[in-house]
C-alpha cells in the first residue's frame, strides 16, 4: 500500500499537481514517503521568496530613481535652461569685447540682451512668480545655479560701467545695476565702488560713503581710487554738516518779532 501511494505521489510530483501536505506526507512509522515531495516543496518555497524579493528589488530601484531626480530638473527643463545660459555666456563676451572697442553702445545692447536670457532662466525657476499659477518649479544642480547668480552679477556690472562713460550720465540705472551686483555678490568690489561713485554724483553722500567704506574693506584699503572718492565724499559730508550747522546757528539767533 506505501509503494502504491508513492508512484501516486511521484505521478502527482511529476505532473507538477498536488499540494505541498501532499509532498510531505509521512507513513505510520514517521518516515518520509516522498522524498521528493521536500525537494519540490523547498523549490517552490524559496521561487515565490525569489519572486518577492525581485519585486522588492524592482520597487527599491525605482524608488531610488524617484529620490534621484526629486532634487534636479527635468532633463527637458534643465537643457533649456543650460542653452539660455550658454547664450548669455556668449552676449557678455561679445559685449566685453565692444566695450575694448570703446563701443559703449554695442556693449550695451550686449549686455541688456544677455540679462534678458537671464531674466528668462528666472522665470523658468520661477514659474509661480511671473504666471501666478500653481505650477512645480524646477531645480538645478547648485553649481549651474552659482553660474546663473554669477553671470547675472558680472552683466549687471559690466552694464553699469558701461553707463558711466555715457553723457549723461543716467546715474539711477547706475544704482539700480550696482544694487543688483551687491545683492547677488556682496564680496565684489567693484559693485560697491561703482555705487558709491554714482550716489556721489546723486549728491547722496551717506549712501556714498556706506558703499565705498564697504568697498575700502574689501579691497583691505589697498584700492586707490576707492580711497580717493572715500576721501572726497568725506569732504562733502563735512561741507554739508559745517551748512546745517551754521544754519541751525543763525536760527538761534534770529530775534523774535
Not at 166 to 186: A, D, F, G, I, N
Not at 221 to 229: E, F, P, R, T, Y
Request: include cysteine; proline fraction near 3%; charge should be positive.
Amino acid at each position: 500500500m506505501s509503494e502504491l501511494n508513492n508512484d501516486n505521489n511521484k505521478r502527482r510530483l511529476t505532473s507538477g499537481k498536488g499540494s505541498v501536505e501532499d509532498w510531505l506526507k509521512v507513513d505510520e512509522e514517521g518516515f518520509i514517503i516522498n522524498c521528493f515531495g521536500w525537494i519540490q516543496a523547498v523549490v517552490t518555497i524559496l521561487r515565490s521568496s525569489w519572486d518577492r524579493l525581485s519585486y522588492i528589488t524592482i520597487g527599491a530601484i525605482r524608488l531610488c530613481k524617484g529620490l534621484a531626480m526629486a532634487g534636479h530638473a527635468p532633463p527637458a527643463a534643465e537643457q533649456l535652461i543650460r542653452q539660455k545660459l550658454t547664450k548669455a555666456r556668449e552676449l557678455k563676451e561679445k559685449g566685453n569685447e565692444h566695450f575694448k572697442q570703446q563701443q559703449v553702445k554695442k556693449a550695451i545692447q550686449s549686455y541688456h540682451s544677455g540679462l534678458m536670457y537671464v531674466k528668462g532662466i528666472d522665470q523658468d525657476l520661477n514659474p509661480n512668480k511671473i504666471l501666478g499659477k500653481c505650477q512645480d518649479a524646477p531645480s538645478l544642480p547648485q553649481d549651474v545655479k552659482e553660474e546663473v547668480t554669477d553671470m547675472s552679477a558680472h552683466l549687471h556690472n559690466n552694464l553699469a560701467a558701461c553707463l558711466l562713460k555715457q553723457e549723461p550720465v543716467r546715474y539711477e540705472r547706475v544704482v539700480s545695476c550696482c544694487e543688483h551686483v551687491t545683492e547677488l555678490r556682496p564680496q565684489n568690489i567693484k559693485g560697491w565702488y561703482r555705487l558709491g561713485l554714482a550716489h556721489y554724483h546723486l549728491r547722496d553722500y551717506d549712501k556714498a560713503s556706506d558703499a565705498l567704506k564697504k568697498a575700502n574693506t574689501l579691497a583691505g584699503g589697498q584700492d586707490m581710487a576707492v580711497k580717493k572718492l572715500l576721501l572726497s565724499v568725506d569732504q562733502e559730508l563735512k561741507k554739508e554738516n559745517k551748512k546745517f550747522s551754521d544754519m541751525f546757528k543763525n536760527s538761534l539767533l534770529v530775534k523774535p518779532t
